[in-house]
């Protein structure tokens, strides 16, 4: 990266601050209403401002900073010749080799856990669901009728994690916000991982709930908000996850869950990246801590990662998720159902799942090889507890960039992560290790990596921090 780059990056990126992670416990909700009480009051008499047609959005605080940053990006990418990482164009599966820029990448930059999104059986399975179904169910179930496929799969989720009922939806993010969307109300809330993912705050915020943060995966400070706040509230409901995709921790599902029934509190885990990892057959958190199904009122997870699919689902007391399938809007109610193909491809990565458990096995051996060759290395792995999800910290936004094009430069393909979606100065690439990924592939990445890291850290400081 040549100086004038950097130079005009810190221009171009200037003012644009980033959003520290929250640090308060209790965090109201509805920030566009906070946001709208905080302003100063606007005389009656004073002159609106025009902005014109198209412009409405032109000055939002966040569309300003996303112009100002892509700017940024495409300056530095035109000046020092290296290819945007970010959106990068390929033409062929997200496996563990992907063909982009005209060149097969090494890829750590797909959730494919078991390597099923692309395993012939899925994909023979999604072609037949689409010749049998069409391309879209066209509507929500509970007006368009039954497709098989959908009560197949619910019924070995269900029986899986030995409860009622399950319901498969059409996105992982929607599944969370519309349950607890659904569950909650005014008078309820969610008592949250301060690590959890941003659409079960999106929930809590469509909920119109009150949202209480508790210390990440501590059990302690749970029983401690719960013994504070409690009894303010008609329901409660404890979320947490099994597998948290940022910082590559497990999550304490059994303690946190028996505190939370200690208080009268329902518990929802979300498994999007927990489930076919976790437990001798891929069953997730249930299957890995030898719970009960009833253990956990909710147990979330995707179809789009391990499985191979695309969609979300929930699995639960049988009452409860019949109540959702009919009456839960933007998860089943109002809108339409998965994909038919979506649902035949996840029965087929299921049934392999099943069937080939030295997937799983074969999973957490390169995961081993892997950390152990990164500390081997002295990459600092932040938290991260030697799980599939493997965090790099290099701290600065410029330097972390800096990373993954040089890698991409190299011919390995892994995303660099800023805030706000991590702390100011934990910026981080995100390695996913995946049955099918080699040792020889591992070994060599790692190698890589010590000396792109040792490169950007030559990168001055005032640069790195823009």
Known sequence: MTESARDLARKLLAGNGATPSAASTVTPLGTGAAQRAAAPATSASAPKKRRGPGRQFADHPEVAAAVRKWAAIDALSEQSGMANPLFLPRNSPNDTVIRALDTELLNFSAYNYLGLANHPRVVEAAKRGLDRYGASAAASRIVAGEIPLYGELERRLADIYQVGDAMVTTSGYLTNAGVIGFLLGERDVAICDALIHGSVVSGTQWAGCRRINFRHNDPESLRQVLRMSRSGFDRALVVI?????????????????????????????????????????????????GMAGADVDIWMGTLSKALGSCGGFIAGDADLIRAMKASAPGVAMLT???????????????????????????????????????????????????????????????????????????????????????????????????????????????????????????????????
């Open 336 to 466: 339409g159902g998965p994909a038919p193909s979506n649902i035949s491809a996840a029965l087929a990565g299921l049934e392999v799942l099943i069937e080939e458990p030295q997937r799983v096995a074969r999973l957490w051996d390169n995961t081993r090889l892997f950390n152990a060759a990164l500390r081997d290395r002295g990459i600092d792995l932040g938290v991260s507890e030697g799980t599939p999800i493997c965090p790099v910290i290099v701290p600065g936004e410029m330097r972390a960039g800096f990373v993954s094009a040089t890698l991409l430069q190299r011919g390995v393909y892994a995303g660099a992560i800023s805030a706000p979606a991590v702390p100011i100065g934990k910026e981080r690439l995100r390695f996913f290790v995946t049955s099918e990924h080699t040792e020889q592939q591992l070994v060599s990445t790692a190698d890589l990596l010590a000396e792109t890291i040792a490169a950007a850290e030559q990168i001055p400081e005032h640069a790195a921090a823009v």
């Open 241 to 289: 996850e099994g597998h948290y995709s940022m910082d590559g921790t497990v999550g304490r599902v059994d303690e946190l869950a028996a505190i939370a029934r200690e208080y009268d509190c329902a518990v929802m885990v979300d498994e999007a990246h927990s489930f076919g990892v976790f437990g001798e057959h891929g069953f997730g958190m249930r299957e890995q801590l």
